[in-house]
């Protein structure tokens, strides 16, 4: 068990629809990542806050957005889903604000199973 | 830009015999490198990491690694298998941003 919870662990929508997924990091982590995993596109990074400020952004499309609050809990938000969302999603915690040049180790939930009928 | 390459798509093992996973990485500056596991249904486990020191790792359930800069490697390696060790194993690199390899699926046959 990494410490990092993600709720709900499978959620199953249809096209057009939205959903929240939520994570808790680790106790003291300040930051959070979010990744999908896929078939075809295999692990991506989407994007990473740090302490309720968005740090980095990945391959992360319109449709989607992110947020963590002052609890540092954080919820990724997915809409006008389409089937190719279907996906894995994966939230990770770190201590520290990471950046270029420096790195913390990220510890990654059981993830969300995403379903797009 | 940064990228790994995980060369086998799946390894078959027999339960007691050695491991060794291939990663190649591509990064513009000093790699920090990570091993994770993955079993099915499962999250992502870190298995070890490579900051910076001793190029040889060592991680948790018996795996160890090798960072060799020469070669762009970060190679992940167990002297004897166990059946608990049939999982994805991803190679990752990166600092903010991980980059994942593809992933290499161990099946341990008794």
């Known amino acids: 068990d990494s410490g990092v919870t993600q709720t709900p662990k499978h959620l199953i929508t249809a096209t057009g629809q939205r959903v929240t997924l939520r994570c808790s990091p680790r106790s003291g982590d300040l930051s959070v990542y979010w990744y999908q995993q896929s078939l075809d596109q295999g692990l991506q990074f989407l994007i990473q806050?740090?302490?309720?400020?968005?740090?980095a952004k990945g391959n992360i499309l319109e449709r989607f957005s992110a947020q963590q609050f002052p609890d540092l809990h954080s919820e990724l938000n997915l809409s006008s889903l389409e089937l190719g969302d279907s996906a894995l999603y994966f939230c990770?915690?770190?201590?520290?604000?990471?950046?270029?040049?420096?790195?913390?180790?990220?510890?990654f939930g059981p993830g969300t199973r995403l379903t797009v009928l | 830009a940064q990228s790994v390459t995980q060369p086998d798509i799946h390894i078959t093992v027999s339960e007691g015999a050695s491991l060794e996973l291939r990663c190649n990485y591509s990064?513009?500056?000093?790699?920090?490198l990570f091993w994770y596991v993955q079993s099915p249904g499962q999250g992502l486990q870190l298995l070890l990491k490579?900051?910076?020191?001793?190029?040889l790792v060592q991680g948790i359930k018996g795996f160890e690694a090798e960072f060799k800069r020469s070669q762009s490697s970060f190679n992940l390696r167990k002297p004897s298998v166990h059946w608990s060790d049939a999982a994805e194993y991803f190679c990752?690199?990166?600092?903010?941003?991980?980059?994942f390899g593809a992933g290499t699926t161990v099946t341990v046959r008794a």
């Open positions: 990752a690199v990166g600092d903010y941003k991980l980059s």
């Open positions: 806050y740090y302490n309720g400020e968005e740090r």
């Open positions: 990064y513009g500056a000093t790699p920090y």
């Open positions: 490579y900051f910076s020191g001793d190029t």
């Open positions: 990770a915690s770190s201590v520290a604000r990471t950046s270029g040049g420096r790195t913390d180790t990220q510890y």
